[in-house]
Structure formats: structure tokens, C-alpha cells
């Protein structure tokens, strides 16, 4: 059964700082990753989607990697902003048969401090 | 296009009565899925869709919640009767495949007393 694990849970840092926010999964045959973000009393906006043949995926400020083999994503948030406090989820799709569900991490809250 | 709609935002109701909660996928996709996310569990998946089909229920909980797809455009997750640990936040998403990612709706936040 795949499990997702998202390190730290939660994160403070000042503004301006550079952060990175870590997702690790148990089984590596997956077919693509997804970071979210979730703002308080709201729904998930998808940020990047990592096809399991990519390695990274960038958005302006953002950027993801993926490292399949070891398990392990990371989302890189270069000069961090208040605004970009809230819940950062990652997600992976398996790559196995027909299931399509995505598994979920408890998810990394930040806090971007003015 | 408006994304995934979903009705209502908020519900409240008292234990016992009936719940239904409804789902809009953006059109062209495939593939509708239902989740439920609390503080406890984060997000769970209860069900989802392929083609208006049922392919995966083994996330509901129990037999008090059922989920139907009668069209492309329309699915609805119904909860009878209601329990004070329905609460939680439901949402609706869906993909036009695997190789894309998901779209998810607002999410109803459902209350039950």
C-alpha cells in the first residue's frame, strides 16, 4: 500500500527566505506527482505535475524535482512571500494496473512571516 | 471553463436526516473522484468514476453513503442517515486521464449536530 509522507509539518520562516518542502512515498512505481496548495477553508490548487520520466518542473517561483528511484519530491519556494503561506499537499498517481486514486500527504503548513 | 462545481459550500443538519452533496466535473473529463478530508485522517478517497462508472467505492465507509453518476456532467454523494463524525470537508475532482493532473472543486464543509 503506497504511503506519502510530507516533512516538516509545519514551517515558519521570514520573508524572503528560500525553503524547500519535502515529500517522500514507499512505492516507486508511480505515474506522476502533484504538489497542491491549500489555502484555509478552501479547496486544493494544483501547483506542478511531475510526470514519473520527468525530473523537474518549475512555475515561476516554484520549483519541483523528482527523484522516483529513492522515493522522494521536493517543492522549492524561492523568495518566499506572505502570501504564499498555506497547506503545500503532494499527491502521486500509481503506476500499476488501472487504478487512477491519487494517495495524499498529511500535507506541510507554512507560514511566511512579514 | 469554471472548474469543478460543487453544492452546496456549507451544510448543516442534525443527525439522522438525509445528506446530498453534488458534484459538476469540468467537461471532457473522464474521471470524477469524491474525497473527504478531516484534521485526523487528511484526505481520503471514498470513490470514483470512470466514464459515469463506479470503479473504486472501497473507500467508503459505510453502507449509509452512496455515490451515483447518472451523466457526464452530474454525480452526487448522498449520506443517510447522517452521523456527528460525517463531519468533514467533501470534495469533488476530476482528471481527463492519468497522464494529467487533478482539478479539484471548492469542497462542501458539512456539519452534522
Not at chain 1, 520549483?63 to 497547506?87: C, E, F, M, V, W
Not at chain 2, 460543487?6 to 445528506?19: A, C, F
Not at chain 2, 447522517?82 to 462542501?108: H, I, K, L, W
Amino acid at each position: 500500500k503506497q504511503e506519502v509522507t510530507q516533512i516538516p509539518a509545519a514551517l515558519s520562516v521570514p520573508e524572503g527566505e528560500n525553503l524547500v518542502l519535502n515529500c517522500s512515498f514507499t512505492d516507486s512505481a508511480i505515474y506522476n506527482l502533484q504538489w497542491f496548495r491549500q489555502d484555509p477553508g478552501k479547496g486544493l490548487t494544483s501547483l506542478l505535475l511531475i510526470q514519473s520520466s520527468q525530473r523537474e518542473q518549475t512555475s515561476g517561483r516554484l520549483n519541483a524535482s523528482l527523484d522516483k528511484s529513492s522515493g522522494r519530491s521536493t517543492l522549492y519556494i524561492a523568495a518566499s512571500q506572505p502570501g504564499d503561506s498555506a497547506t503545500y499537499l503532494c499527491a502521486v498517481r500509481p503506476g500499476r494496473g488501472s487504478n487512477y486514486k491519487l494517495t495524499f500527504g498529511k500535507g506541510t503548513l507554512l507560514t511566511v512571516n512579514p | 471553463d469554471a472548474g469543478v462545481i460543487q453544492s452546496p459550500r456549507h451544510e448543516v443538519t442534525e443527525m439522522g436526516q438525509e445528506v446530498t452533496l453534488r458534484c459538476k466535473p469540468i467537461s471532457g473529463h473522464d474521471y470524477l473522484f469524491w474525497y473527504r478530508q478531516t484534521m485526523m485522517r487528511g484526505l481520503e478517497l471514498l470513490i470514483y468514476f470512470n466514464n459515469n462508472v463506479p470503479i473504486d467505492d472501497s473507500g467508503m465507509p459505510e453502507d449509509r453513503f452512496s455515490a451515483k453518476m447518472p451523466n457526464a456532467s452530474f454525480s452526487t454523494l448522498k449520506i443517510q442517515p447522517s452521523e456527528p463524525r460525517d463531519s468533514a470537508v467533501y470534495f469533488c475532482a476530476s482528471s481527463p486521464d492519468r497522464v494529467y493532473g487533478y482539478t479539484f472543486g471548492s469542497g462542501t464543509r458539512l456539519t452534522v449536530v
